[in-house]
């Protein structure tokens, strides 16, 4: 009963110097070379953005623009992953469970097919705004 008691209370203690280290972590301030790093990532953005929207003569079309560039961008790791889960499911978990098997195949089928659609959906818009609006 008195260990019990004991190593309740030291983990009371832990807890409690854990809780105050955290406190103390949360209140000090960004350090200037994070926050103009910071201050420097959204101007590059906010510039990219103009530049879509001058280059688009619209404001819509430029916006619409920028997202489908960082849908572009993001989907290729996004998807990468997903093949891989998929290959797993297929190739390795797969030869003990058959319905795993199947459902790889589906995992691989389906991101493959999201890259070509995240690959190809920027190009479609740039083309049909260039030559289709007129």
């Not at 190593?7 to 209140?27: E, H, K, W």
């Not at 350090?31 to 001058?54: F, G, M, P, V």
């Not at 619409?64 to 093949?83: D, E, H, K, T």
């Not at 058959?98 to 920027?122: A, H, N, S």
């Amino acid at each position: 009963m008195k260990k019990a008691i004991v190593i309740l209370t030291i983990f009371i203690v832990l807890i409690g110097i854990f809780a105050q280290y955290n406190v103390q972590a949360a209140n000090e301030v960004i350090d200037d070379e994070t926050e103009s790093k910071i201050i420097e990532i959204k101007d590059n953005q906010a510039k990219s953005l103009e530049d879509y929207k001058e280059k688009y003569g619209s404001d819509a079309y430029g916006l619409v623009a920028y997202i489908l560039n960082l849908v572009r961008i993001y989907s290729i790791p996004f998807c990468f992953l997903g093949i891989a889960i998929g290959a797993i499911h297929q190739y390795v978990i797969g030869i003990r469970k058959l319905d795993t098997l199947e459902k790889g195949m589906g995992l691989i089928v389906t991101f493959v097919t999201i890259l070509i659609i995240c690959q190809v959906l920027p190009l479609a818009f740039a083309v049909f705004v260039k030559f289709g609006r007129g």
